[in-house]
């Protein structure tokens, strides 16, 4: 059974950076697209990153476009969400997803990926 590790959450002030990981345990991810969402309480989880299979490819909520940068690592077996220029409104818990399905593309939508990590909380102050 795969699992699905974020790390690297945390307080930062404003303007500052963070790094996300997502460490995948029991499957390898190297053939699947991965993704980032994030939630804030009351709120609907929200689509943040998205890189295709090959990593070629990304997407981006207009929200953070600029600011943070998707990325793969096969060999570790990790996708990372390096997240800069941080602003309070990006204080969420994090959350990194992979789906299972053969596809050479990326995806925005939570109902298109299969698993899901437990969550890393990122708060950033004013």
């Known amino acids: 059974q795969v699992q699905l590790v974020e790390s690297g959450g945390g307080l930062v002030q404003a303007g500052g950076s963070l790094s996300l990981a997502c460490a995948a345990s029991g499957h390898p991810l190297g053939h699947y697209a991965m993704g980032w969402f994030r939630q804030t309480p009351g709120k609907a989880r929200e689509f943040v990153a998205a890189?295709?299979?090959?990593?070629?490819?990304?997407l981006y909520a207009d929200s953070v476009k600029g600011r943070f940068t998707v990325s793969r690592d096969d060999a570790k077996n990790t996708v990372s969400l390096q997240m800069s220029s941080l602003k309070p409104e990006d204080t969420a818990v994090y959350y990194c997803?992979?789906?299972w399905g053969t596809g050479g593309y990326y995806y925005a939508g939570g109902y298109e990926y299969d698993d899901w990590g437990q969550g890393m909380q990122v708060t950033v102050s004013a």
């Open positions: 997803a992979v789906r």
């Open positions: 890189i295709t299979w090959s990593g070629e490819g990304t």
